[in-house]
C-alpha cells in the first residue's frame, strides 16, 4: 500500500536559515504528492503539488520541493525561513483505491523558528 | 464567506450527549470529506461524499453517523461518544471525488473534547 514518512517529527531552525523538511514515499508508479502546512488552530493549507513535468516544483510563500525519484522522496525546502513559517507540515501521496483515489498523509513535522 | 468553514470551532461534550458538527464549502465544489485529526497520529479519512452521495466509509464507527443534504454542506453527527474521539475533525472539499490530480481544501477544523 502507498504510505508517506516523515522522519523527523520535530524541527527547529534560527529565522533566516534555510529549511529542509523530508518526505519519502512508497508507491510504485509515479506518485501525486502534496505540501500541506497547518498553522496553530487553523486547518490545512495547500503549500504545493507534484503531478508530472518539472520535478522542482515552486509553490506559496516562497516553497519549493523536488520530487527525486530514485531516492522516493519530496523533500520541502526554503532559502530563508520567517518566524511566521513555524507550523506544521504534512506531506501526502495520492493512494489509488478500488473505491477511488484519496490521500494518504504523513505523521507530519512541526517547525519551530527560533528569532 | 469564503473556501471552507466549520461550525463550531470548539466542542465539549459528555458521553452521553448528541451533537453534529457542520462544514459548509463556498468553492463550488462536488465532493466532500470527514477527516480525524489526533495527536501523533496522521490524518485519518473517516468519510468521502461525491455530488452527495457517500462514496467511502472508512470503518468509521456507527457512533459517528453523516449526512450531506447538498454539494455544499456537510453535517456529522455524533452520539454516545468516547473520550477517544476526542481530535480535530477536518472538513475538506475539492471539484470531485477525489480523482488523481485533485486538490483537496481544508476548513479549520473542529475541536472535540469528550468527557
Known amino acids: 500500500a502507498q504510505s508517506v514518512t516523515q522522519p523527523d517529527i520535530h524541527i527547529t531552525v534560527s529565522e533566516g536559515a534555510s529549511l529542509e523538511l523530508r518526505c519519502n514515499y512508497s508507491y510504485g508508479a509515479t506518485p501525486y504528492l502534496f505540501w500541506y502546512v497547518q498553522s496553530p488552530g487553523q486547518g490545512l493549507q495547500l503549500l504545493l503539488k507534484?503531478?508530472?513535468?518539472?520535478?522542482l516544483v515552486q509553490g506559496i510563500k516562497g516553497f519549493e520541493a523536488e520530487f527525486k525519484r530514485s531516492q522516493s522522496s519530496f523533500n520541502l525546502r526554503k532559502p530563508s525561513v520567517h518566524w511566521s513559517d513555524a507550523a506544521e507540515y504534512f506531506c501526502?501521496?495520492?493512494?489509488?483505491?478500488?473505491?477511488?483515489?484519496?490521500?494518504?498523509f504523513g505523521t507530519g513535522t512541526q517547525l519551530k523558528v527560533e528569532l | 464567506e469564503t473556501g471552507v468553514t466549520q461550525t463550531p470551532r470548539h466542542l465539549v461534550m459528555g458521553m452521553t450527549n448528541k451533537k453534529s458538527l457542520k462544514c459548509e464549502q463556498h468553492?463550488?465544489?462536488?465532493?466532500m470529506y470527514w477527516y480525524k485529526q489526533s495527536a501523533k497520529k496522521p490524518l485519518e479519512l473517516m468519510f468521502v461524499y461525491n455530488f452527495k452521495e457517500q462514496t467511502e466509509n472508512n470503518s468509521v464507527p456507527s457512533r459517528f453517523s453523516p449526512e450531506c443534504p447538498n454539494s455544499s454542506h456537510l453535517f456529522l453527527h455524533l452520539h454516545t461518544l468516547q473520550p477517544e474521539d476526542s481530535a480535530l475533525y477536518l472538513c475538506?472539499?475539492?471539484?470531485?471525488?477525489?480523482?488523481?490530480?485533485?486538490?483537496?481544501?481544508f476548513g479549520p477544523g473542529t475541536r472535540l473534547t469528550v468527557l
Open positions: 501526502a501521496v495520492v493512494t489509488f483505491t478500488g473505491g477511488g483515489n484519496k490521500l494518504t
Open positions: 475538506a472539499s475539492s471539484q470531485v471525488a477525489p480523482t488523481s490530480t485533485d486538490t483537496q481544501y
Open positions: 468553492l463550488g465544489h462536488n465532493a
Open positions: 507534484y503531478f508530472s513535468g518539472d520535478t
